[in-house]
């Protein structure tokens, strides 16, 4: 291969928008930016997660870190997300 058919190759790879595998609720999902906010990434399942629940980051080795909507998050394949209930009321009737 020449060195002018390997740079081709390199610029359309540069030109490509790069993948992130993530998880929401361990399911996995595949987003191309680099950075999202959490109204963005509360769209990625289909359907939007419910405005009743909240989004939280998990951060191995600190604590979970709630995600509001206008938050920014740096994307890396791997990362992980999950939901709970955004209120809990403990000892009430379901």
Request: proline share 7%.
């Amino acid at each position: 291969m020449s060195d002018k058919q390997d740079q081709n190759e390199q610029e359309a790879d540069e030109r490509k928008p790069k993948s992130y595998r993530i998880q929401i609720d361990r399911v996995h999902y595949t987003v191309t930016q680099n950075s999202m906010t959490g109204a963005q990434l509360r769209a990625v399942p289909d359907p939007d997660i419910a405005s009743d629940r909240d989004l939280f980051e998990v951060v191995p080795g600190h604590p979970d870190r709630k995600i509001d909507h206008t938050d920014t998050v740096a994307i890396d394949s791997g990362k992980r997300f999950f939901t709970a209930p955004a209120h809990i009321n403990p000892g009430s009737e379901q």
